[in-house]
């Protein structure tokens, strides 16, 4: 899928000018060379070429045939005196050694070994040296140690190019102080995290600088925050790129000296987490480049932005902008990009864009809460070459004036409130159109049956809208390079036409197809290395299950008509790199057999709500990459399968509703250790809980309920850190982005079942209903402060409630009912404000709801009288 982000490259003027003037040189020089290079240079170079490797043989013309060195590929010599003054040998897959023979050449004025191989090489410290040099790039080159404080002797360099050398070790930053004419400094992804007062060793020294390049070099652990720096010396600085160093500090800010740059026409410091509100930043009459996304700025876009005149580049996205997106962005006259995607922006989309930033080439307004209609001159960006309205609060229809935008390839406008019918009109001229994505609307397409459409897309997103139609026959011109489908629920019917088993990423779920599938080849277009992604579930298909290719990686049946066995599925393969498995609620049969070992990169399998029956079988252990195991309502019986304390990457295993019997493994505590989800319930579990259990700290989710337990309740279940502290923002986000394994569990919770699917990484609850459970309720059960649902109901549990119990003040669901619980109900009740369901019936317990929890929690719970109360 193409990147949301068209990727920007800037061609700074300067190193631009001096690398062609060279080139240039180069050309005119080797056209009038009439004096040899002297033999102490040839010499030189020919000692230089010795040392190196030259697999590519880019240096065959330096031999002795060639008695001139001024005609070897990459040298450029004087035309007047005939010394050597230039090397360019960039990404000539050279390694070795770096030979010091090059001090010979006194003369030597550009040094570019960029994108070489010298892995393993130390830096050159002769360089410095080399005091005639002018131009020196390193940048890819591989090498490694500590930068030469020598460099600070090259007093005539106006060039340094040291980027994208991970390896280097650098402590300091003083070295710079000797480089006095230097006007373009790169050390982008050269790691600065020794240094300490990289400001006063850069920004105060080099009155010539124009550009300097500190991008992702771990800027975040200098000693000191980002202050004012005193005597700008830096007023030619041009171009300014701090991205990607995720500063540490609190409540950081753009530091203050940036507001003295007078000439600054480029400034990136996007992926730093700089917090606080956006500056007011006065001098800004040259900006064309501002790109401040990644961070937590979170103002309204201040005014001065709006008053760039000259601005062509502009990402303010992934912050936490908010308020409106003002009118006078009629001001941006010149802008070619605008990101201001995964805010939180509001009001609409100003008409003004439509009507003054008509040069726009790529518009991102994505992940907001921009709401209202599009606005119809929106096809006047007919420049247009990305639009980006995704994930907002959008209504109305989508203006027929889209048919301008002639230049327009990738148009989004995924999960809005868009109604209203789309016509052949709105795609008439569309024919560079490749990427529609337009899922989670309401709009309904209407075109002739023998509509073409004018472009030839890649990928076509529909998901929600009313198609009601079979599946349609223009789709299949498509058919050679579309690579990605989503009609899901769109009340499509009939059966699917052969050549959709072919597309790479096809997602059909929730509609009204049927028939049979006999098989699902392997993708006929180059998508994401031929990998292949098919989502079918709720239709009704029926029949045995497919046959699959060997380069299918998701596999959705789920909710169909399914039957058979599953012997010939999963025995009959000899490779495939299938992932995820989605087999559940079919009506497929028989044992599961023991063939799971040839589905080694399984990471999720769901066979819930089948018939399936006998034992899970041992090979199961051999799933070593298994993060989701969904067996939940079937007939399966015997014990949890030994084998399974192989499965160390499990996150989640459901075995709810089964006949399985035994005692709780300890292994599953001493080896499933990163497991976040734990359901066993609905079985003939019997014995004590171990205390193994214990060990599992990312558990969020423990249902235990309706088994045969007996013992008392383990008081280490404190050791459930996960149910104890928030999650970062960290975890969060871990838990957004990187755990779809988790699709849904029902718990039971508030009286009744519930089944969470989106927000399930943010639930926590224990659930211990239905057992023999005797003893008291552990008061370590209390320290879980982050636990949302607690049962404990049906069991044989006596002593008090814990006073403590009011520490757990996100619970939101409380069920003790039917034990034989005694004594006083206690008043930290009155400390929960998240309560919002409990059960204490049917226990000895005495006195009623406090007061004030029923003025907070509601008339039903005023009214539960437990006065003698008994089970």
């Known amino acids: 899928m193409l990147s949301p982000k068209a990727s920007y490259t800037v061609t700074t003027l300067f190193p631009l000018l001096i690398f062609l003037s060279f080139r240039v040189c180069y050309c005119i020089r080797n056209s009038r060379i009439t004096i040899a290079c002297p033999e102490i240079e040839k010499q030189s170079l020919l000692s230089f070429k010795q040392s190196l490797q030259d697999p590519s043989n880019v240096l065959a013309s330096w031999n002795g045939t060639e008695v001139n060195c001024c005609k070897w590929k990459g040298v450029v010599c004087s035309n007047i005196t005939g010394h050597v003054h230039e090397l360019h040998l960039h990404a000539s897959d050279l390694s070795g050694k770096i030979n010091p023979s090059l001090l010979s050449l006194r003369y030597l004025k550009y040094l570019d070994l960029s994108q070489n191989n010298f892995y393993g090489t130390m830096f050159p410290s002769f360089i410095g040296s080399l005091t005639s040099l002018e131009y020196l790039n390193l940048s890819s080159a591989g090498f490694y140690g500590k930068i030469s404080n020598s460099i600070g002797n090259l007093s005539n360099l106006h060039t340094l190019v040291l980027e994208d050398n991970y390896s280097l070790d650098v402590d300091s930053l003083e070295w710079l102080s000797g480089l006095s004419k230097l006007e373009h400094l790169n050390m982008n992804r050269v790691y600065l995290w020794k240094v300490s007062n990289w400001q006063e060793q850069v920004i105060n020294r080099f009155p010539s600088l124009v550009e300097l390049y500190f991008s992702s070099c771990t800027l975040d652990n200098v000693t000191v925050p980002l202050s004012d720096v005193n005597n700008i010396s830096t007023s030619n600085l041009a171009i300014l790129d701090l991205s990607l160093n995720f500063f540490s500090y609190n409540s950081f800010s753009i530091p203050k000296w940036i507001f003295q740059l007078n000439n600054l026409i480029y400034l990136d410091l996007s ?158 001229h569309l024919s560079n159109l490749k990427y529609f994505l337009a899922s989670g609307n309401h709009l309904t397409l209407k075109v002739s049956p023998n509509w073409i459409p004018p472009s030839k897309m890649y990928q076509l997103n529909l998901g929600s809208w009313n198609l009601g139609s079979p599946i349609p026959s223009w789709l299949e011109t498509h058919k050679n390079i579309i690579y990605k489908i989503d009609l899901s629920n769109t009340g499509i019917y009939g059966t699917v036409p052969g050549w959709l088993w072919s597309v790479s990423f096809l997602n059909l779920s929730c509609n009204q197809l049927h028939g049979k599938i006999p098989v699902i080849s392997d993708p006929g277009y180059d998508y994401d290395g031929r990998n292949q992604y098919i989502y079918l579930g709720s239709n009704k298909f029926s029949g045995p299950l497919p046959r699959i290719g060997k380069n299918l990686v998701d596999l959705d049946l789920s909710n169909n008509l399914f039957s058979g066995d599953l012997s010939l599925f999963l025995c009959n393969t000899t490779t495939n790199i299938l992932g995820n498995l989605h087999l559940g609620r079919n009506h497929l049969t028989g044992e599961l057999p023991d063939c799971l070992m040839k589905w080694s990169y399984l990471k999720t399998l769901n066979l819930a709500n089948n018939n399936f029956s006998g034992t899970i079988p041992n090979s199961i252990g051999l799933l070593a990459t298994l993060e989701s195991l969904n067996l939940y309502g079937n007939n399966f019986s015997g014990h949890i399968p030994f084998s399974m304390q192989n499965c160390t990457e499990l996150l989640k295993m459901d075995l709810a509703d089964n006949n399985i019997n035994g005692n709780i493994p300890e292994w599953i505590g001493e080896n499933l250790y990163k497991l976040t989800i734990l359901i066993l319930r609905s079985n003939k579990l019997s014995g004590e809980i171990t205390s193994a259990i214990c060990q599992l700290s990312s558990l969020q989710i423990l249902d235990l309920s309706d088994n045969m337990f007996s013992g008392v309740i383990p008081r280490c279940v404190d050791n459930f850190t996960a149910m104890a502290t928030k999650p970062s923002l960290h975890e969060l986000y871990y838990s957004r982005y990187y755990t779809a394994f988790l699709e849904s569990a029902s718990i039971s919770t508030k009286g009744r079942e519930l089944t969470y699917d989106t927000i399930l990484t943010l639930v926590t609850s224990i659930d211990f209903s239905k057992n023999n459970l005797s003893g008291n309720i552990p008061m370590e059960i209390t320290s879980l402060v982050e636990l949302r649902s607690l049962s404990l109901s049906r069991n044989h549990l006596t002593g008090l409630i814990p006073d403590s119990i009011g520490n757990m003040k996100q619970l939101e669901s409380l069920d003790f009912s039917r034990n034989s619980l005694s004594g006083k109900l206690p008043n930290s009740f009155t400390a929960m404000p998240s309560l919002n369901y409990m059960d204490l019936s049917y226990n000895n317990l005495t006195g009623r709801i406090p007061q004030s929890t029923c003025r907070k929690y509601g008339v039903n719970l005023c009214f539960l009288f437990l006065d003698s109360m008994s089970t």
């Open 271 to 428: 992926s730093n987490l700089i917090q606080g509100p956006i500056p007011s930043i006065t001098n800004t009459t040259k900006l064309q480049h501002i790109d401040l996304s990644g961070n937590q700025f979170n103002s309204h876009i201040p005014d001065w932005i709006y008053s760039c005149k000259t601005l062509e580049f502009l990402n303010l996205g992934s912050n936490i902008l908010q308020d409106s997106i003002s009118n006078s962005i009629a001001n941006l006259t010149s802008l070619n990009t605008l990101y201001l995607s995964e805010n939180k922006l509001s009001g609409g989309i100003p008409k003004e864009i439509g009507e003054y930033c008509i040069s726009l080439r790529s518009l991102d307004l994505s992940f907001n809460s921009l709401s209202g209609a599009i606005p119809n001159n929106i096809g006047n960006l007919s420049s247009l070459d990305a639009l980006y309205l995704n994930g907002n609060k959008l209504s109305g229809n989508l203006p027929e004036s889209t048919e301008k935008l002639f230049n327009l390839t990738y148009l989004s406008i995924e999960d809005n409130m868009l109604e209203g019918v789309v016509t052949e009109t709105h795609f008439a």
